[in-house]
């Protein structure tokens, strides 16, 4: 077994069944995705592009993303306390996960098509 599939089986219930919530969803709307296990969570990678992850933390779990700032429709879902480059969508229980707002989220990321990891430099001229 992978260890992103690890971390999500050995969560304790509601999270685990959150977490396998959002796994069948992200892998539903971005088949191509790959879920690999970077800094101890599980992200999701499509063509390189890191484009989601997961973690549990404290009493919920967060779907989350960068470029929330470009972002325009179900903003009144999104947490961004005390972060300054990311956003999630923060779940407590199963049945408060909207399948419509994690599809939106996916695609605009795919649209948006930035890494986020990665720094451009930019030189300063020689006169």
Not at 21 to 36: D, M, N
Not at 40 to 65: E, G, H, M, T, W
Request: hydrophobic letters at 35%; charged letters at 30%; proline letters at 5%.
């Amino acid at each position: 077994m992978k260890p992103a599939e690890e971390y999500i089986l050995k969560q304790e219930e509601p999270f685990k069944s959150i977490l396998l919530q959002l796994q069948s969803i992200v892998e539903a709307v971005l088949p191509e995705s790959e879920l690999l296990y970077k800094w101890r969570i599980p992200f999701y990678y499509n063509n390189d592009l890191p484009v989601c992850y997961l973690n549990q933390s404290k009493n919920y779990v967060d779907l989350a993303f960068w470029h929330g700032d470009k972002l325009t429709e179900y903003t009144e879902h999104f947490v961004t306390e005390n972060r300054k480059s990311v956003t999630s969508l923060r779940y407590k229980l199963v049945e408060d996960i909207n399948d419509e707002v994690i599809q939106y989220v996916l695609e605009e990321q795919l649209r948006i098509n930035i890494n986020p990891f990665k720094l451009t430099r930019v030189g300063k001229a020689k006169n």
